[in-house]
């Protein structure tokens, strides 16, 4: 199965296929509790690597729309 990457306008990266791992610089695999999943690209997650909606509350604004 492929794996799909949205980027969503001024929120998180939705990453939706069943092959797929999220590791640490270390190599160390993150559980993933559910399909899909959101990467935070805001900074202000508290569950880094992976989205908890602190974007919303932040009022976070991406510099650029991805083309």
């Known amino acids: 199965m492929s794996v799909t990457i949205r980027i969503r306008d001024n929120g998180p ?12 610089a270390d190599g160390n695999a993150f559980p993933i509790e559910r399909r899909p999943f959101a990467l935070c690209r805001c900074g202000h997650s508290a569950s ?9 509350r932040e009022g976070f604004s991406a510099a650029d729309r991805a083309s």
């Open 48 to 56: 880094k690597p992976f989205c908890d909606g602190s974007h919303n």
């Open 13 to 24: 990266y939705v990453v939706d296929g069943d092959d797929v791992q999220v590791v640490d």
